[in-house]
Every structure is written in structure tokens, then in C-alpha cells.
């Protein structure tokens, strides 16, 4: 190897298997190790201290190889100073720039560190004046700033619990066997503690939440101030006003569960009667959409942003066509954020996911493993997700949030 940096990674090395996904990232990127100090927490609840020198065969491999395993919180003994390079291209980082993670970070700037301000996933970190910034791809410009070295830049990695045993059932971060009353307690109480510090509740959505017959409970947690904002997109707006207008979604009855002659128009008729009106919160106005949750949201004064795709009828005209739009709508939604809660949607919940800092806590609660692993493996690695039914999972959270909707019959 013929460059080489000294780093140090503290926590509970051994218990979280943090360690070996150090090591197996060097040797997975071609790089080298040498360990200089080992050491090792005397009782389960002692850190672990680890000094390693890594290398590689060049400036520019070792310099993503440190970046990759910053993200582990593996950082630069000495630190030093960021490269900062000019930007020369719009919508182009310059070569080597820093690849940010959803981690708190920190940049060196004139002998002091300073918090970057949004973390954020596969992102660069921009430099102005004395902050620094996370900025995605498409937004950056010519003449901006952007950090090009992992020196200069520490990592603050998530606090790993040491666990008590070392087998137990029902213990994995998803699963469909573990007691619904006890998930929907945490979640709901999750969310007093983000009300609680004046923080707001953000939901992202899919169509499920209507197609369970679960819009009603939802309705009840936006006017009992637990949807503060909501993420979704053409689907779940309109099949959930197709279902104020019609009594259906997709064309199914609600109430009977089967479905009724042309109801396979009432969502595309449902769209054509918003669109008449200009907007759905015109629609709410002019007293076209008199129930459900869009209808509830309006009312309420809560934000939401729609954000569409090639499969979509219509759309609904809130809906935002154009995917960087609505990546910028969705990102000035985030400040003040104190809890998410992502339900029945894979895209919106992995889209989401890539925009939150870790620090948000976050829930994923779908049907479908492989929608909550799938946001896991995408980087999420904070997610926590429960797999159940949606409709009941939304029904059980409104009777514990909402009295009113407790009260229910």
C-alpha cells in the first residue's frame, strides 16, 4: 500500500458486529489494515476503542475508501483540514467531492468544527462562509464550494445499545411476530415525545391506508394533531377522494367490500371534478370535498406534498410532475420534523428516507417484508419496521392517540 491513513472507531465494537463491517469495507474496496490498538471494554456496558492504520494504492482510492468507513464512524486520527474545490460545471460535483451520509456530521473550518446543516444522503457538503451544507447533485452551481477530501470531515455514528444475552426470539428489526399492542404504544408515544418538544409529526402514505377502509382513523389523527404533514402521492389523494365522492376506492365499496357497476371511473372522474375546481383545497373551499383525509388536512391547515409518476391518471393538479420539484417540496418540509411514520408505500417510504437526517426517528409499517427491508438496505439503517396490516395498524394508532376515536363503537 502506498498511502496510508490512521483512524480510530469507539462504541461497541464487538457486540454490534460494527468492527467486522469496518474491515470487511477495506478489504472490499482493496484497501489494507494494519490494527495498532486494541482496546477492549472490560463490562458489557464498556466501549471498545480500536486504532487502525488503513491503505491503499493510491490518493484517490484511500480518500473513498476513508469516506466509506467514516459512515461506520471510523475517522481520521488526525484530522486535518478539508480540500475544498470550485465548482466549474452546474448540476456537476467536482472530482473526489465528499459523498455525505444521513449521519451527523462535522467539517474543520479555521481550526474549529463545525455542524453541517441537513444531513443528508448522497449529497456534497457545501462550504459558505464559515458553514457548511449538504447539497444534492442537481442543485449545485458553478463558483460554489465543495469539500473533496475525507480530511477535515468527522463522522458522529449512532449510539449501538449493547444487548442483554445473546439469543431471544422475536428480536430482529422486522418482523411480523411480535405483540401489535406494544408496537402501536411506542409509535403512538414516539409521537407525544415529538409534540411534546414542539416538534411535528411527518406521515408518508400510500393508497393501502384507503383501500383498508383505515382513511377514517387517519382522519381522526390529523384532528387530534398527529399529521402534521404528509408525504404521498397521486394514489393515495385520489382514491381517497374518489372514496368521499363515491363511497368507493378502485371502484370497491367501502362498506360492502365489492365492486359496483362503473366503478372502475369513479378515480378518474373523482380527478376530473379536483381539476374542475383548480385545486383540492378549492375543492374543500367551494364544498365539493366535504370528508376524508385530504378534506381533514385542508381543514386542519396541515401541509402535505403529492409527487407523482409515469403510472399516474390525471393527475391531481397539486400533484408535482416534476420529480426535482418535488424533492425540493418534500426537503422544505423537513425542519422541525420530530418523528415519520411511513405507511403501505415502498417508493415514497424509500424516497423519504434518502432526504431524512438519522436523527429523525422513523417507522416503516406495510404488509409487505420486503418494503421494510428494502428501506433499510437503502441506506435507512435507523428505520425500524413492523410488518402488519396497515388498516388494522392506523385503526389501533387512532384508538390510542385520538379519545374521540377511542370512544367509537
Not at 2 to 18: A, K, N, R, Y
Not at 112 to 133: I, Q
Not at 360 to 375: E, G
Request: charged share 20%.
Amino acid at each position: 500500500m502506498q498511502v496510508t491513513e490512521t483512524v480510530e472507531i469507539t462504541g461497541h465494537l464487538m457486540d454490534s458486529g460494527l468492527l467486522s463491517r469496518v474491515l470487511d469495507d477495506i478489504r472490499g474496496y482493496g484497501g489494507e489494515y494494519t490494527l495498532d490498538k486494541f482496546d477492549l471494554g472490560y463490562d458489557k456496558d464498556d466501549p471498545s476503542t480500536v486504532r487502525m492504520t488503513v491503505g491503499a494504492e493510491d490518493e484517490e482510492s484511500l480518500q473513498r475508501l476513508l469516506m466509506r468507513i467514516q459512515t461506520k464512524g471510523a475517522n481520521l486520527v488526525d484530522p486535518g483540514t478539508p480540500e475544498i474545490t470550485e465548482v466549474t460545471q452546474d448540476g456537476v460535483f467536482p472530482d473526489g467531492f465528499y459523498s455525505t451520509t444521513n449521519l451527523p456530521t462535522n467539517v474543520r473550518l479555521g481550526g474549529h468544527w463545525v455542524e453541517v446543516r441537513n444531513p443528508e444522503m448522497d449529497c456534497g457538503l457545501l462550504v459558505e462562509g464559515d458553514t457548511v451544507r449538504t447539497i444534492p447533485m442537481s442543485e449545485v452551481r458553478a463558483g460554489m464550494r465543495i469539500i473533496t477530501s475525507a480530511q477535515g470531515v468527522r463522522v458522529i455514528p449512532p449510539i449501538t445499545e449493547a444487548t442483554e444475552g445473546g439469543f431471544g426470539f422475536m428480536e430482529s428489526d422486522v418482523s411480523s411476530e411480535k405483540p401489535q399492542r406494544v408496537l402501536v404504544r411506542q409509535v403512538a408515544d414516539g409521537m407525544r415525545e415529538a409534540k411534546a418538544n414542539g416538534q411535528k409529526v411527518l406521515w408518508v402514505g400510500g393508497p393501502g391506508i384507503v383501500h383498508t377502509g383505515a382513511a377514517p382513523a387517519m382522519v381522526a389523527l390529523v384532528e387530534a394533531g398527529f399529521v402534521d404533514v404528509l408525504f404521498a402521492g397521486n394514489a393515495l389523494a385520489t382514491h381517497d377522494i374518489e372514496s368521499s365522492l363515491y363511497g368507493t376506492s378502485l371502484g370497491v365499496d367501502l362498506d360492502r367490500g365489492r365492486g359496483v357497476e362503473h366503478g372502475h371511473e369513479h378515480h378518474i372522474r373523482a380527478i376530473n371534478t379536483i381539476r374542475k375546481a383548480g385545486s383540492i383545497a378549492a375543492a374543500v373551499e367551494q364544498g365539493v370535498l366535504t370528508s376524508g383525509v385530504m378534506h381533514a388536512l385542508v381543514k386542519n391547515g396541515n401541509r402535505f406534498v403529492l409527487v407523482g409518476s409515469v403510472r399516474d391518471d390525471g393527475p391531481l393538479p397539486d400533484v408535482y410532475t416534476d420529480v426535482l420539484e418535488g424533492q425540493r417540496a418534500m426537503r422544505a418540509e423537513l425542519p422541525d420534523v420530530g418523528f415519520c411514520l411511513m405507511a403501505a408505500t415502498m417508493l415514497h417510504s424509500v424516497a423519504t428516507g434518502n432526504i431524512l437526517p438519522a436523527s429523525i426517528p422513523l417507522t416503516c409499517v406495510d404488509i409487505n417484508p420486503a418494503t421494510v427491508t428494502k428501506l433499510a438496505d437503502r441506506g435507512s439503517s435507523h428505520a425500524r419496521g413492523i410488518v402488519t396490516d396497515v388498516g388494522l395498524f392506523v385503526e389501533h394508532l387512532a384508538r390510542e392517540l385520538s379519545p374521540s376515536y377511542a370512544d367509537r363503537k
